[in-house]
């Protein structure tokens, strides 16, 4: 039994491996446009000058493509960006959920606690609307440091909790155009220094700046 490696005659780019008792290729029965060499061999395309088995050389990244033109790894800056932009949204949402400093509080503020203060808020408004009191115990919020904060009155507390919200979306605002801004740099031609980006560049880019605290 003999194994093939089966290409294409146009491009070298290795098809399949076969295993044959063929001892000739002429025996072979190939479709169209494939060629085929006797070699046990994986990682490599065929030289079709030369007919013989090539190792493809490193990939410099997961963000180069192989051109069968060239017999080279290309950049592709558009996978780069695509990565650095999961970067980027995750930095985002990573800070959006950071703790938050309101009103001398370190205060929640993930998802569980944007949730919790919405619900408690529009409960408040709605006490307020109503006129229904509030008892002294409910006037509370606990913070980062599962410290409870307690307010004297309804009214207080309701200005407190809006404060807190609006602190919060405030932040969430600052940190998309944050997140923006750095999307748009990476759109550009150049690089900050001027320079036509690289792979290498984009994926060095420093994304820590500009966030809000």
């Not at 800056?77 to 370190?106: C, H, M, Q």
């Not at 409910?138 to 507390?157: C, F, G, K, M, Q």
């Not at 740099?185 to 700046?209: F, H």
Request: aromatic share 8%; glycine share 4%.
């Amino acid at each position: 039994m003999k194994t093939w490696l089966i290409f294409n005659s146009e491009t070298g780019e290795v098809i399949k491996k076969k295993t044959s008792p063929e001892t000739s290729k002429l025996n072979l029965v190939l479709a169209p446009g494939e060629d085929a060499i006797e070699a046990d061999l994986s990682g490599v395309y065929v030289d079709i000058t030369t007919v013989r088995p090539v190792p493809f050389p490193a990939k410099p990244s997961p963000h180069h493509d192989w051109d069968w033109a060239t017999k080279s790894w290309l950049p592709n800056l558009d996978a780069a960006r695509a990565a650095k932009k999961t970067e980027i949204e995750a930095e985002r949402n990573s800070r959006i959920n950071e703790p938050l400093i309101y009103d001398g509080k370190v205060l929640d503020a993930d998802q569980a606690a944007r949730d919790n203060l919405k619900a408690k808020l529009e409960e408040v408004r709605e006490r307020v609307r109503l006129n229904m009191p509030m008892a002294p115990e409910l006037l509370v919020w606990r913070d980062n440091a599962n410290v409870t904060h307690s307010w004297p009155t309804i009214e207080a507390y309701h200005d407190w909790l809006a404060g807190y919200a609006v602190a919060m979306s405030d932040r969430g605002t600052r940190c998309y155009a944050c997140a923006w801004h750095h999307k748009d740099v990476l759109k550009e031609a150049n690089d900050p220094n001027e320079q036509p980006w690289t792979v290498e560049s984009i994926l060095a880019y420093d994304l820590s700046q500009g966030w809000p605290i």
